[in-house]
């Protein structure tokens, strides 16, 4: 079995910083990209951030200069620091891993997601 586990979420003022973490355990023989995924009310799951195994990362256009994704691969960890947040960003983020177990399969994996919310 795999597991992401996320920590970090929580009530923040517009323009103050929250950092959000997700450790991946388990039975794992290698994690390709690690990412950042959102889903406000009404609205479809997105994709945040993304880092890939090598360090290259991709942004969405709406937190581009204020997100910066990271990862410590000997922890299996990634963050996500969020800068300048502002109200549009409050959402749940979950945590999304692509990962071979030590079975040889390769699939996504999820965690449970945190609350973030932006609000004076």
């Known amino acids: 079995q795999v597991q992401l586990v996320e920590s970090g979420g929580g009530l923040v003022q517009p323009g103050g910083s929250l950092r959000l973490s997700c450790a991946a355990s388990?039975?794992?023989?290698?994690?390709?990209?690690m990412g950042w995924f959102r889903q406000a009310p009404e609205k479809q799951r997105e994709l945040v951030a993304a880092?890939?195994?090598?360090?290259?990362?991709n942004y969405a256009e709406s937190v581009k200069g204020r997100f910066t994704i990271s990862r410590d691969n000997a922890k299996n960890t990634v963050y996500l620091q969020m800068s300048s947040l502002k109200p549009e960003d409050t959402a749940v983020y979950y945590c999304n891993a692509d990962i071979r177990n030590i079975w040889t399969q390769r699939k996504d994996y999820w965690g449970q997601g945190t609350q973030v919310t932006v609000s004076s």
């Open positions: 388990g039975s794992i023989f290698t994690i390709y990209t």
């Open positions: 880092i890939t195994s090598g360090g290259s990362t």
